[in-house]
């Protein structure tokens, strides 16, 4: 027989029940659990190690000691692992209260205001409840035994779930079964496994868009290993997913930007080869020739085509950058008559510039693509209906809410902003048009390169500046940009290099460059103007060329970009052998590609490809002089 003691004073064998039957054995448990079972190590009707996991069950701190008859060790033992906590021999019954109150000692006990199974249960309810992790317990079934509060915030809600599944929860909420087919699986999985599970859940809600968990779901197994429930609990992970979409956004653009600059670089040689044949051609022609104006529209394409790529290069930051005190109503005149053009014979352009003409400082050949741009678009936005684009200039304060809800979120700071606004009233926008916008190469046209508003992002941020867009479906699209003003009295230009235009020179030029066209256009060029033209594929020829030739040479022509021996270390090479040779570099990219140091050492220039012959020789005027 087991006696059960239900001694609650210091652990003693104060009172005893004596039970005969597994019914009553199981009755007493429920009812009121006692610290200690006595069990016998032999029973007629049951037995004895069928009650070790049901005691185990009802209480993990109950302790089960058993008696037999014989003190036989292997039988303790055996006892021992079936789950008993002692063992006593009817020898040694005066060893029982000791042992008895030993074990009870052990106990770990709860603050005395927690004593009893209610307080008990609250204080660890309100343990998960305050836990940022949405936890929830479900029985074999899938039916909810127990929400906390970052799961269901709603007390009534959490209430109602209780006995409900994952179905009635999809219904109730009128959300995707899928969620609750997902959910079911995995608690499945779980039990037939015996094994944690863990799946990712996209769950919608009302305000916030899709949220994003990973969901955990591991067994609860009883004393006698079946599994009795499932606890799960999920971590929100849209914060890092939205990281995450940001990050491979940022390298697609990276990858991209590299793909468009290297293009443009390679386009850029191209064209200073067409430009620089043309001119040539030019040259020796009479204005009054019937091929004078085939030839100069050559050159004025080449020059359109030199904008394309500078739109390239700007998105990939590599740019050309030559800022400098820009009044937007001036820069809208300078291409009030290349916009009349660009647009469809059925829209109207108006211009409404402020009348404080706001001043920024910028790059004036850029901020033109952006205004083409934007009008361009603008334009085939109203495709061939009658409408509108509005083209305005104007100032405002802008505070570091306005800014941070911009396209442009560089963390910019409040301050003046001059604006230049595009509004037209075509097709307008949806919100999904309105996230992808400047992606590179998406484009709403049937035929389009998808480049032009991802050049003028590229643009916009080299600037410092930002955007802002107004768009509905049907109601047309308000583009504004913006650019930090500055203060600015004298607008006119700085004194620029008028070169000579019948320049004659002497001596001997080295010309540097990887593309066998460049050296030839170039060459032929230098040869026009007079100079004797010496030339290397790349800097470590040129190194060899230079030493050899060294005083002769007036100046060199040195490419950046090139093999075995690049422009920045050929031009140190070539000062270690003369330190004061004059150098003009040339590249397709941009300036700030560049070292500062190049500069510093005096008697150094750059140009950017494609170039004209007239400003070619105006940087070889300035050095030489």
């Not at 021999?89 to 209610?118: A, F, K, Q, W, Y």
């Not at 204005?287 to 359109?304: E, G, K």
């Not at 108006?350 to 009008?375: C, E, F, M, T, W």
Request: proline share 4%; with cysteine; aromatic share 8%.
């Amino acid at each position: 027989m087991p006696w059960i003691s239900s001694s609650k004073k210091k652990r003693c064998l104060a009172s005893f029940q004596q039970v005969a039957t597994y019914e009553n054995f199981v009755r007493h448990l429920e009812q009121n659990p006692p610290d200690v079972v006595l069990v016998a190590s032999t029973l007629n009707q049951w037995n004895t190690k069928k009650i070790f996991p049901i005691c185990h069950a009802t209480s993990k701190t109950m302790s089960i000691i058993v008696i037999n008859g014989l003190d036989d060790m292997r039988k303790a033992v055996e006892w021992m692992k079936a789950g008993a906590d002692d063992y006593l021999t009817t020898e040694e019954h005066d060893r029982l209260p000791d042992m008895v109150s030993g074990r009870e000692e052990e106990r770990i006990e709860l603050p005395s205001h927690l004593n009893g199974s209610d307080n008990t249960i609250k204080f660890y309810q309100s343990v998960l409840d305050s836990m940022p992790l949405q936890i929830g317990v479900y029985d074999p079934d899938g039916r909810y035994c127990y929400v906390n509060m970052a799961a269901v915030k709603s007390s009534e809600m959490r209430q109602w779930l209780i006995g409900k599944t994952d179905f009635d929860y999809c219904r109730e909420r009128n959300v995707s079964m899928t969620i609750a087919e997902q959910r079911q699986g995995a608690i499945n999985r779980c039990i037939t496994e015996r094994t944690t599970v863990e799946f990712e859940e996209s769950f919608p809600t009302h305000h916030e868009g899709n949220r994003y968990l990973t969901r955990f779901l591991s067994p609860v197994f009883d004393h006698a290993g079946s599994v009795v429930h499932v606890a799960g609990f999920s971590i929100d992970i849209t914060e890092s997913r939205r990281l995450e979409a940001q990050l491979q956004y940022a390298q697609k653009l990276e990858s991209l930007g590299i793909l468009a600059g290297g293009i443009a670089h390679d386009f850029n040689n191209l064209l200073t080869v067409m430009l620089g044949h043309a001119e040539l051609i030019k040259a020796q022609m009479s204005p009054d020739s019937s091929l004078y104006d085939n030839v100069q529209r050559i050159i004025r394409s080449s020059h359109r085509a030199a904008g394309l790529c500078q739109q390239m290069l700007a998105y990939a930051g590599k740019g050309k950058l030559v800022t400098k005190p820009c009044p937007l109503n001036t820069m809208l005149t300078d291409i009030r008559e290349f916009l009349e053009v660009s647009v469809s014979k059925y829209v109207h352009l108006k211009y409404r510039p402020s009348s404080a003409s706001p001043v920024i400082d910028g790059d004036a050949d850029q901020l033109h693509q952006v205004v083409i741009n934007l009008v361009t678009n603008a334009s085939e936005a109203i495709g061939d209906q009658e409408g509108t684009v509005a083209i305005s200039t104007g100032a405002m304060q802008c505070d570091e809410e306005y800014l941070r809800n911009t396209y442009v979120d560089d963390e910019l700071p409040e301050g003046q902003y001059a604006y230049i606004e595009i509004a037209d009233n075509g097709s307008g926008m949806d919100e999904a048009d309105r996230q992808v916008l400047f992606d590179p190469f998406y484009t709403t046209k049937f035929l389009g390169r998808g480049l032009g508003l991802a050049a003028v992002l590229g643009i916009v941020r080299s600037h410092r500046g930002a955007i802002t867009i107004d768009s509905e479906p049907k109601k047309g699209s308000t583009i504004r940009v913006l650019f930090p003003a500055i203060e600015w009295d004298d607008f006119t230009d700085e004194d620029k290099w008028n070169p000579e235009p019948s320049w004659h020179a002497s001596g001997t030029v080295l010309v540097v460059d990887d593309e066998e066209s460049m050296l030839v256009m170039t060459q032929l060029m230098m040869k026009k103007i007079g100079f004797t033209v010496l030339t290397a594929m790349d800097g470590l020829e040129a190194v060899e060329v230079f030493s050899k030739h060294c005083k002769d040479i007036v100046l060199v022509l040195l490419d950046i970009t090139m093999p075995r021996l690049n422009g920045d270390d050929a031009f140190w090479e070539l000062r270690k052998i003369q330190d004061d040779i004059p150098i003009l570099l040339l590249s397709g990219y941009g300036e700030q590609i560049l070292s500062r140091q190049l500069f510093e050492a005096g008697r150094a220039d750059f140009i950017h490809k494609p170039y004209s012959m007239a400003d070619l020789i105006g940087k070889m005027q300035a050095l030489l002089a």
